[in-house]
């Protein structure tokens, strides 16, 4: 039996081990001996973890099983010859601490890459030392099979003359190259097994959550979706005397109804000490219970809770205020999109500001927004 062939024996089995003790782990850890589990049975570097969802539990030992075969390979490629079952028992905890050591790397520095440094810690090492106490625990059992292979080889076997030197190299490149393939995919089961974990965390608290009161959708962090823009296209405020942040600022009113129709009125207010112009409509946008920018459709002009006379130059007085009138027609929210809050500008161009805020204005709704006009003196300023 040749040379290369042994040693992809005496590897395979290395991984079939390693397989063989994560399962049996997870047998024992369901039984009164899971107290004596890590002492017979090491599988801290990939174990299989129950709290998982499929098929994560099983894709991390395999994974390992995997890794641990080829990294073992590696290693013999650059072993002595001379004595094979010192060597490959040797080998077999190197093996195990690399295996180990990749998981401690991907638990350490995973998170910074999923959740950022809020669920950061430092937790080096104790993956690797469990990884090499397998190898010296159980590297008896390659060691003997390399022991027994060697002394095949040893009868004339043609094949068990030494590779040439370049078919080496070429082999030990490929076989170290692929080796490192299977250990990132590792790190990379790992730490795609804790955010399903994780995910699944999310769902469950979700459903335990009482529905939205107006049967909406629940809020899912992980809907697709774009966020409100802070400006939308627009020449903004041009004017010198314009009603800027610094002079005016925009008061959400309250929600009127009438037949099926609501109204919800905008105020800026003019606070400076001199008067401030104003021409043109308020820029609004909506967004979702997911704080994402709700698909409304939004028209410049009036509707049936507001009249629109049109771009007009408002001049508004120190300590008064100019409106304007979102309207729409009242619309299902069972199982929809709603709105949850309210972005608005004095006119497109300028930066938004945002009020949360509870409206039937559901994903497709068409909306109409009335243009600045002066509030009439004797009207009552809505809270």
């Known amino acids: 039996m040749g040379r290369h062939r042994s040693r992809w024996i005496v590897s395979g089995t290395v991984g079939l081990v390693w397989l063989a003790t994560a399962l049996l782990a997870a047998a024992v850890s369901l039984t009164p001996l899971s107290r004596v589990q890590q002492a017979v049975l090491p599988v801290g570097a990939t174990p299989y973890v129950w709290s998982w969802p499929a098929p994560w539990p099983a894709l991390l030992p395999l994974a390992g099983a995997v890794a641990v075969a080829l990294v073992h390979a590696t290693l013999l490629h650059l ?23 990749t998981v401690d790397i991907a638990l350490v520095f995973g998170p910074l890459l999923t959740s950022g440094w809020a669920l950061w810690s430092v937790d080096l090492g104790s993956r690797a030392a469990s990884g090499a106490y397998w190898g010296l625990l159980y590297g008896w059992i390659p060691a003997l099979i390399a022991g027994r292979l060697a002394r095949r080889a040893q009868t004339g076997d043609a094949d068990a003359q030494p590779d040439a030197p370049r078919t080496g190299r070429r082999g030990l490149a490929i076989t170290a190259t692929v080796a490192v393939v299977a250990l990132v ?30 049967g909406s959708l629940r809020p899912d962090p992980d809907a697709a979706g774009e966020p409100v823009p ?53 820029d609004i946008a909506f967004g979702d219970q997911n704080g994402h920018l709700l698909a409304v459709a939004v028209a410049q002009g009036g509707s049936f809770m507001g009249s629109d006379a049109g771009p007009t130059r408002v001049e508004i007085p120190a300590g008064g205020s100019a409106v304007a009138t979102i309207g729409w027609d009242a619309a299902s929210t069972q199982g929809a999109l709603v709105t949850r809050t309210l972005w608005a500008a004095v006119l497109a161009g300028e930066t938004r500001g945002s009020w949360p805020i509870d409206l039937d204005v559901v994903e497709g709704s068409d909306v109409a927004v009335t243009a600045w006009a002066l509030r009439d003196p004797g009207a009552a300023t809505e809270g």
């Open 79 to 101: 072993a002595p010859r001379s004595a094979p079952v010192p060597t490959t028992w040797l080998a077999t905890g190197a093996a195990g601490a690399i295996v180990g050591m």
């Open 230 to 282: 802070e400006v939308a296209p627009g020449p903004g405020i041009t004017d010198i005397d314009g009603c800027t942040p610094a002079r005016a600022t925009i008061l959400l009113g309250s929600v009127d109804g009438a037949t099926g129709h609501r109204g919800l009125s905008l105020e800026l207010m003019n606070f400076s000490d001199r008067p401030c112009v104003i021409e043109g409509y308020p």
């Open 185 to 214: 995919a590792l790190a990379a089961v790992r730490v795609g097994g804790d955010e399903a974990s994780q995910a699944q965390l999310r769902a469950e608290a979700e459903q335990q959550e009482p529905p939205p009161a107006d």
